[in-house]
């Protein structure tokens, strides 16, 4: 392994001390990930350290560093808390990508997992992010402090003994801790998330495992970590995890090295859509002449939920045809028309069961359309725009059983 003497500003201007984990020099670095480790400990400790050099053999390079005022990092850990945790690592990640390439994995182990699942929606280069013995929310740590609570309400600090270390704790960082107790941002990650947790976890315990399993939406996965400690003390547990985390972890991020690689068709014309390939399931890169976007199918049609599904984009295109339609018209006949909403489901119905559908018999397809408009509109306006939504162009289309003329499309060999 080669092991890379890593510093950086964090955005206080403190230079923090880091190092990356990279391959031996025959192994090339597929891809970067981020450490973030438990609250008070160093980069040093045995479980980052021992989990980063089983991932850098495995093509990972892995960057590890202190947190402000931790091991050799610069700055007052008495001004530090659970925010300025996350501006370090929002620091670290724009470091490493200025010198490497961003990080596709996050990795996040007790604190430092929470501080992961804060941080993950806003970096568009993570795909997967892995908590080990995290809380959800890190207001869990209050009770470490909860001796010292009149002393701190008092006098503002107190010193307060975490792990086999003392450290000053001042009043704002209970506060900050505070206001970090809603999970809901673990239910918007949209990243690929691995729980680890050990059932004997005597510092957090596993209920935490359960509320970020239950925050979080798929795909998501969760590995007990059974007679584990906290710290991952046993060399064989955080071997463990490193091997178990990059099998799983390379399923996700086979799919963002395939989409970085795929090229963008050439000459494609005005009126023309592509429609391309990004892996051998579902995944398809969607292109006009100017824009681009991704299709897909859930998890548990056995896709990656990494875009809206074909009925999905069906939906989105008659929901945007119609109320670009109800607001040209709204515009031209200046009806004080302030905002629309539409919304819309499709379904497979019988004929027997719909009141809308007289004159058809057997089973059939049904979109359903509602329309919220919102203004100073009187009821005829409002008739007159529901009635205007029908003429919306790929309204017209979808009505009128267009014809579709497949070709296979024969390449010079």
């Known amino acids: 392994m080669a092991r890379i003497k890593f510093e950086f500003p964090n955005s206080e201007g403190n230079i923090l001390a880091g190092l990356l984990e990279t391959p031996a020099d025959n192994t090339p670095v597929t891809h970067y990930a981020l450490f973030a480790h438990c609250f008070t400990c160093g980069k040093d400790i045995a479980a980052a350290s021992r989990i980063s050099r089983a991932l850098a053999q495995r093509g990972i390079a892995v960057l590890r560093f202190d947190f402000t005022g931790l091991g050799n990092s610069d700055g007052d850990f008495s001004n530090t808390n659970f925010s300025s945790n996350i501006e370090d690592i929002k620091s670290a990640v724009a470091a490493l990508d200025e010198k490497y390439e961003s990080p596709q994995l996050l990795i996040g182990h007790s604190l430092g997992g929470a501080a992961v699942l804060t941080v993950a929606a806003d970096l568009p280069s993570v795909r997967a992010v892995v908590t080990i013995g995290a809380p959800a929310t890190a207001d869990h740590i209050e009770h470490l402090f909860a001796a010292q609570s009149d002393v701190l309400e008092e006098h503002g600090e107190a010193r307060v003994k975490l792990g086999i270390r003392e450290f000053t704790i001042k009043q704002q960082f209970v506060d900050d801790v505070r206001a970090h107790g809603d999970a809901e941002h673990i239910g918007k990650l949209r990243k690929a998330l691995l729980v680890y947790h050990s059932p004997v976890d005597a510092v957090v315990s596993i209920n935490e495992a359960a509320r970020i399993y239950s925050a979080a939406r798929h795909p998501k996965s969760f590995i007990s970590l059974d007679k584990a400690d906290h710290l991952l003390g046993r060399p064989q547990d955080a071997a463990y995890v490193a091997e178990t985390m990059s099998a799983w972890v390379s399923r996700y991020l086979e799919l963002g090295q395939m989409e970085d690689t795929t090229a963008r068709p050439q000459n494609i014309h005005p009126g023309e859509i592509v429609v391309t390939e990004k892996d051998k399931k579902f995944l398809r890169g969607l292109y006009s002449p100017d824009h681009e976007m991704l299709a897909d199918e859930p998890n548990s ?68 359309r509602t329309i919220r408009l919102e203004g100073d509109l009187d009821d005829t306006q409002r008739a007159r725009l529901i009635k205007i939504a029908d003429r919306c162009p790929v309204h017209k289309t979808l009505e009128s059983q267009p014809v579709i003329v497949t070709h296979e499309e024969i390449k010079d060999v």
């Open 301 to 368: 049609y056995g896709g990656s939920n990494l875009g809206p599904t074909p009925y999905d984009l069906l939906l989105m295109s008659l929901g945007a045809c119609t109320s670009m339609t109800l607001r040209m018209y709204a515009n031209r006949n200046d009806m004080a028309l302030d905002d629309v909403e539409v919304r819309l489901a499709h379904e497979r119905i019988h004929a027997d069961d719909c009141s809308d559908c007289e004159g058809r018999e057997g089973k059939l397809e049904r979109i359903t």
